[in-house]
């Protein structure tokens, strides 16, 4: 009889990770909103203001109560092939969604940082 070894670490140690056994449903998330969480993870973590919607982010300057805020979404670009941009909410392009370093600068900028 062959050793379960993902069953075997679960009874080891109390974990369970998602996906090892087939019988477990895994929650499938949008690209979009995987994206958007990652953005306003970095952005957090450079002391930005973050609220997050279910559309985008709101997004104000570090420490600061938002008075002045950028609204971000995440979405499909026709003109590039459908692939995924940051957005402002006009729609007006910030960076490609696997450019989070980028969509961090052109936030920063619109919020006359850096």
Do not use: Y
Not at 11 to 18: F, H, K, R, S
Not at 70 to 83: F, H, K, S
Not at 84 to 101: C, N, S
Request: glycine share 14%; proline share 9%; with cysteine.
């Amino acid at each position: 009889m062959a050793l379960d070894r993902r069953r075997s670490r679960e009874a080891l140690d109390g974990t369970v990770v998602p996906g090892d056994r087939p019988d477990e449903t895994v929650p499938m998330v949008a690209p979009e909103a995987a994206a958007l969480f990652q953005l306003g993870n970095l952005l957090e973590g450079q002391g930005f203001v973050v609220r997050r919607m279910s559309k985008g982010l709101m997004v104000g300057p570090p420490g600061a109560i938002p008075p002045v805020v950028v609204e971000v979404w995440c979405g499909p670009r026709a003109d590039d092939g459908g692939r995924l941009w940051f957005t402002f909410a006009g729609g007006k392009p910030l960076a490609e969604a696997e450019d989070v370093t980028g969509a961090l600068m052109a936030i920063k900028a619109a919020l006359g940082g850096e």
